[in-house]
Each structure stands twice: as structure tokens, then as C-alpha cells.
């Protein structure tokens, strides 16, 4: 299993910039991939970004050419930079980890709020 805990979460106005990371511990040496997911009231977790090990790198349409996921593989951290952010990017963001075998671990979530 892979424990995973995010911070960096906050209030941010319109048009800012906001940093997220992720450190993993636990059976870090099988993560193949790691990715921030967002979820809002009402609505599914859906994907925000993805980094495999490989560095291959995808992006939700929501938020590409406004975000960069990144990964410290020393550290086994993975972390998301976004910037002109909107309202809509409101919501609780998780991180997550897949494994081999398959194994789906998160985090506990944090919370972003785009708000004036």
C-alpha cells in the first residue's frame, strides 16, 4: 500500500497561481504513475493530471497549457503548478498513486478554492 499526503491547498483569487504537492511513502518502488484528480459537489472525481514514471505526462482539457505536473523521484513526490486559475477550478483536489498489481491508493484531499 501507498500512503499519500497532499498540501498546498488554499483560497486563491481569479487569474492566480497555486502550487500542490504530493509526497508518497509505503510501497513507493511500485508506483508506475501519480496524478492529481479534482472532485466538485455533485460531480465525479475527474482527472486534472497524470505523470508515469516514464515522465509521460497528460492533461485534462480543463486545465492544459495552464498547469505543470512533476515528479521528484528521489523524493516520491508529485507535484501540480497551476496558474490563471478560474472559478472552475474550484474543488477538492486528490492525489493519487497506481501501482502494480493493480493497486488505486489517495490522498485525503485538499482543498482550492478560486474565489474573490
Known amino acids: 500500500q501507498v500512503q499519500l499526503v497532499e498540501s498546498g491547498g488554499g483560497l486563491v483569487e481569479p487569474g492566480g497561481s497555486l502550487g500542490l504537492s504530493c509526497a508518497a511513502s509505503?510501497?513507493?518502488?511500485?508506483?508506475?504513475?501519480m496524478g492529481w484528480y479534482r472532485q466538485t459537489p455533485g460531480k465525479q472525481r475527474e482527472l486534472v493530471a497524470i505523470i508515469t514514471t516514464g515522465g509521460r505526462t497528460t492533461y485534462s482539457d480543463s486545465v492544459k497549457g495552464r498547469s505543470t505536473i512533476s515528479r521528484d523521484g528521489a523524493k516520491s513526490t508529485v507535484y501540480l503548478q497551476m496558474s490563471s486559475l478560474k472559478p472552475d477550478d474550484t474543488g477538492v483536489y486528490y492525489c493519487?498513486?497506481?501501482?502494480?498489481?493493480?493497486?488505486?491508493?489517495w490522498g485525503q484531499g485538499t482543498q482550492v478554492t478560486v474565489s474573490s
Open positions: 509505503g510501497r513507493i518502488a511500485s508506483i508506475y504513475a
Open positions: 493519487n498513486a497506481v501501482s502494480y498489481g493493480p493497486m488505486n491508493d
